[in-house]
């Protein structure tokens, strides 16, 4: 199965930022996001404390990672720590928790070291659903065109433009690390 990728514009506004972040929660399963630090013992900011403090309970592993979506790294000086959050579309409480957190930041390009931990990206039954790089300000989203929900049109409706960047093959997605 082949999926459509597309770059999303208009995550730079917070409304529609966070109506994005409902649709990807509604269709994914799970998210990451990289904490990087020039060296082990670099003081952690206190917003991104904040972050990972309000996303704890939903944190399912931690690794160090050279390579997350959309980046691939040669950097053996720093560090790099994916931590992946799973979490359950259908509890509405839950959801809106994990929105408050994920919200607070702003916009998709606030996602960034040293403020915030870097690179949002979404999963959906261990592929990459939606993947950003906040620093070079790119994105990608992988739809299906048999998924009934959500279509450009849907997304385009709420404000966000869609271009069209390549189709890939499922098996070419980027997994979750086991």
Not at 2 to 28: A, K, N, S, W
Not at 159 to 167: D, I, M, S, T, V
Request: aromatic content about 16%.
């Amino acid at each position: 199965m082949d999926y459509e990728v597309y770059y999303v514009d208009g995550c730079e506004d917070p409304e529609r930022f966070h109506t994005f972040l409902g649709i990807l929660q509604t269709l994914g399963d799970a998210f990451s996001l990289i904490y990087f630090k020039y060296r082990e013992n670099e003081k952690t900011s206190e917003t991104a404390k904040a972050v990972k403090k309000g996303l704890a309970r939903y944190q399912v592993s931690s690794h160090k990672v050279s390579r997350w979506p959309l980046t691939e790294t040669r950097d053996e000086n720093h560090i790099y720590r994916m931590i992946t959050y799973r979490y359950s579309p259908i509890d509405i409480n839950e959801s809106f928790k994990i929105l408050d957190v994920l919200e607070s930041v702003g916009c998709l390009w606030n996602w960034d070291y040293p403020a915030y931990p870097m690179d949002l990206c979404f999963y959906r039954n261990g592929r990459v659903l939606f993947a950003s790089c906040a620093h070079e300000q790119l994105n990608e989203l992988y739809l299906r065109h048999d998924w009934d929900f959500p279509s450009v049109t849907d997304l385009e409706s709420i404000g966000l433009k869609l271009e069209f960047l390549r189709r890939v093959p499922e098996e070419k997605l980027f997994r979750l690390p086991a």
